[in-house]
């Protein structure tokens, strides 16, 4: 299983981004996806994750409202559309694969920065 996560760059705050990953290996019917980030000293947090099959989704209450996640079948992609952007989201994004009836996930991409100048 791989997960190819980009999209990440340098934008102003109030700027818009739009991550992707793209997941190969396997077929993640019935998997949960989910983006996770990481600011320099400070611990990994969720940041949204779908449930592939039902696009059922889920966000961090620091999100909410400005960030969307979503999932292209076809494509085998996930995607994470961030409006609004604030300094404050400046981390390493991760994309992840949970398989079902799995407490943890359990695949992880490499991480694209975000960083977002006030």
């Known amino acids: 299983v791989q997960l190819q996560a980009s999209g990440g760059g340098l934008v102003q705050a109030g700027g818009s981004l739009r991550l992707s990953c793209a997941a190969s290996?396997?077929?993640?019917?019935?998997?949960?996806m989910g983006w996770f980030r990481q600011a320099p000293g400070k611990e990994r947090e969720f940041v949204a994750r779908i449930a592939w099959n039902t696009g059922n989704v889920d966000y961090a209450d620091s999100v909410k409202g400005r960030f969307t996640i979503s999932r292209d079948n076809a494509k085998n992609t996930v995607y994470l559309q961030m409006n609004s952007l604030k300094p404050e989201d400046t981390a390493i994004y991760y994309c992840a694969a949970r398989r079902p009836m799995s407490r943890d996930y359990n695949y992880w991409g490499q991480g694209t920065q975000v960083t977002v100048s006030s």
């Open positions: 290996g396997r077929t993640f019917t019935n998997y949960y």
